[in-house]
């Protein structure tokens, strides 16, 4: 009898491409423009190997949005019977290959440690494509791929709780709509974008930028790295406002003092806090150039 469906976020095939797009980003920031990340996504995302036929069909379901629930069932059916088509053993060698390049060129714990906000919505579509492949056995299986079916069919009808799923990177949009040649062409676009857009940051904001984004999920080291570095910041402000002789200045950096402070209680980091650092930044480099 075959087993509950489990999720094995290690072969989901839609959270990898997700993973080495959070990576490249993660890349750009540190001025990699040809990483590791980029080589992986270009070797096996392509849209001749099955790997990258695999990823479309997982895109088919966010290619779509606010469908009736009868159009949502036909679009899952007809979805999955496309991935009953692929070739199963040329998927589990590609796969293979790609989990064992990313074991080798990163840390697998701080890999998968990035937050994706469909994480959900790409869990029930493994589930379904491994049922399909497959086949179910027992009622807690049955049961279980009934939930993973219904959560996919509420995101695509826009009826899925608590939050809208969102995409996590606009350098993700841009390499997933297009074909191989014009996608990588825009990736490097995108680089030079976003070098001219942020070139007026320096190494702390680009740092801070980087842990934000690459430790989304991982809360505690987050949080560690933001409240020391938000109290070192703070710190260093007190002491160059005191330099300060106009009044409603020093009034105004007291504000961001006190809002860099209450950081170090935050139980969990938003992105205001971001932004209240980025600012603080800002603000001590040009008391310094003053």
């Known amino acids: 009898m075959k087993p509950s469906i489990k999720h094995n976020k290690l072969r989901n095939t839609g959270l990898l491409f997700e993973l080495l797009a959070r990576q490249i980003t993660s890349d750009v920031l540190e001025n990699k423009k040809d990483g590791v ?13 099955e790997l990258g036929k695999e990823l479309m069909l997982y895109r088919a379901f966010f290619n779509v949005q606010n469908l009736s629930e009868q159009k949502a069932f036909q679009l899952l059916r007809l979805v999955t019977e496309q991935r009953k088509n692929l070739d199963q053993n040329e998927l589990n060698t590609q796969k293979y ?7 080798n060129n990163f840390d697998l714990k701080e890999f998968f440690a990035a937050r994706i906000p469909s994480y959900k919505i790409y869990a029930s579509i493994y589930k379904n494509f491994d049922a399909a492949i497959n086949g179910i ?3 807690t299986t049955i049961e279980e791929l009934a939930n993973s079916q219904f959560t996919i069919v509420e995101h695509l009808s826009g009826k899925m709780s608590n939050k809208v799923i969102k ?12 074909e191989d040649d014009i996608r990588f062409l825009a990736y490097k676009i995108l ?3 976003f070098n001219e857009k942020y070139k007026g940051l320096d190494e702390v904001q680009k740092k801070l930028l980087q842990e934000y984004i690459y430790n989304i999920s991982n809360t505690s080291k987050l949080k560690t790295y933001t409240q020391t570095e938000s109290h070192r910041l703070a710190k260093e402000l007190l002491g160059l406002s005191k330099k300060v002789k106009d009044k409603v200045v020093r009034i105004k ?4 003092i006190a809002q860099l402070e209450r950081i170090k209680t935050a139980q969990i980091i938003k992105e205001n806090h971001m ?4 600012i603080g930044y800002e603000i001590v480099k040009e008391l310094k150039e003053l």
């Open 167 to 178: 995409e996590s990177t606009e350098l993700a949009k841009v390499i997933r709509s297009q």
């Open 253 to 256: 950096l007291s504000e961001v």
């Open 275 to 278: 932004t209240a650092m980025l």
């Open 137 to 139: 056995n027992d009622t």
């Open 97 to 103: 290959l790609l989990i064992k390049e990313i074991k």
């Open 191 to 193: 680089i030079e974008r």
């Open 37 to 49: 990340a980029v080589k992986l996504m270009r070797e096996f995302f392509n849209s001749k190997k």
